[in-house]
């Protein structure tokens, strides 16, 4: 199964001038365009490619790695804005999309935001959105007392920091039990004390 917004592993079927063809399974052939061939490549090879829509929206294969996947948060600096919303670099030819509706507050030109990047239902396009917490699970967990946890620093409030845990998670770091200085987009390691 072919997994958009991702790195999958796909087979060339074949090699042209402009680029080569892999197997995209349900999605028929994927174009990776031949600025993009690894030396060596040959028909059968597997090759790691992250597949995404082009500015064209059809689906595309590169072997440039995204500072960003589907269904993950990163801080990405934004390039231009525009009356669609701001674009932001994430690491590819293409900017990734962070519409106006998906905006907390004014964005700004070469400015980073903490964003989460999705498939927009509506027209099949990978999007970023700055409103993560509604893409977050919001269950409680059963993280034990003095378990380490990976946290992503991404707001500050009147009690302290909200935090990402382990990616996937909300949390709260108390200002009166933070001993250093944070920074929103910070990535840092935790332990559970309650």
Excluded at 38 to 63: H, M, N, Q, W
Excluded at 163 to 185: D, M, R, S, T
């Amino acid at each position: 199964m072919l997994h958009i917004g991702r790195i999958n592993k796909l087979s060339v079927l074949k090699i042209l001038d402009f680029g080569l063809y892999l197997d995209g399974k349900e999605f028929g052939e994927i174009l990776l365009p031949t600025k993009f061939i690894p030396p060596k490549t040959g028909v059968g090879s597997i090759l790691e490619v992250f597949v995404y829509f082009d500015s064209e929206d059809r689906i595309i294969a590169t072997t440039q790695k995204p500072y960003v996947m589907v269904n993950q948060i990163s801080l990405l600096k934004v390039v231009s804005v525009n009356s669609f919303g701001a674009f932001l670099d994430w690491g590819l030819d293409k900017d990734l999309l962070l519409p106006n509706n998906e905006q907390v507050g004014k964005i700004q030109k070469n400015g980073y935001y903490l964003v989460y990047a999705y498939i927009d239902k509506k027209n099949t396009l990978i999007a970023a959105s700055e409103k993560i917490e509604k893409f977050i699970d919001h269950s409680l967990h059963n993280f034990k007392q003095g378990m380490s946890v990976d946290l992503l620093i991404y707001k500050k409030i009147k009690l302290g920091y909200k935090a990402l845990i382990n990616n996937n998670y909300l949390g709260i770091l108390y200002g009166n039990e933070v001993f250093q200085g944070l920074k929103i987009g910070q990535k840092v390691k935790g332990k559970r004390v309650y």
